[in-house]
């Protein structure tokens, strides 16, 4: 999979960011985009891994509904990232929800923006939430225990995740 900033799913991904900010600069966004008040979920939830996010965003392809109007978007939260060292992943880091027509929540991305108002870092919307209409399932990203090395090799360290 590419995720290049040039890429065809990170163009489609920077298509969907503009259509819900209208081309407006991240500096602009907490005075111009509606806030997220709480998170409504319809149906079932169950948590999924990064991967399979990623894939379903793809499959059920967000980004071109969401730019075709399915659902409007509204800001959880946007913070400057000066003089921090993820400045270099982007000027912004952002998270913004997807509402579906009745106010359920569809999508909640959090991402890297530069001032011009292009995601960085990856280029990509990172999903934490999708829901799959196909089914009604709500999923989150689970939080995975750190990995941590062990005589060379890397494990996941259960005393100490959330």
């Known amino acids: 999979m590419s995720s290049g900033a040039d890429s065809d799913e990170s163009m489609s991904h920077n298509a969907a960011l503009n259509h819900c900010t209208k081309g407006r600069s991240p500096s602009l966004w907490a ?22 996010l990623r894939r379903l965003m793809r499959d059920l392809r967000y980004p071109e509904r969401i730019v075709a109007g399915e659902s409007s978007c509204c800001l959880r939260a946007a ?4 003089g921090k060292p993820s400045s270099i992943l ?15 929540l569809a999508l909640a991305v959090q991402f890297w923006v530069w001032r011009n108002g292009r ?11 999708i829901r799959d209409d196909r089914d009604g399932v709500s999923y989150s990203l689970r ?13 996941r360290d259960a005393t100490n995740g959330s």
């Open 31 to 52: 005075t111009t985009l509606p806030r997220c008040r709480r998170s409504l979920f319809s149906g079932v939830r169950a948590e999924s891994t990064a991967d399979h």
């Open 143 to 155: 939080n995975e225990p750190p990995e941590i090395e062990v005589d060379g090799t890397k494990e």
């Open 119 to 129: 995601i960085g870092a990856s280029g990509l919307l990172d999903p934490k939430v």
């Open 90 to 104: 982007g000027d912004y880091s952002a998270t913004l929800f997807w509402r579906d027509p009745d106010g359920y």
């Open 79 to 82: 913070s400057s990232t000066r």
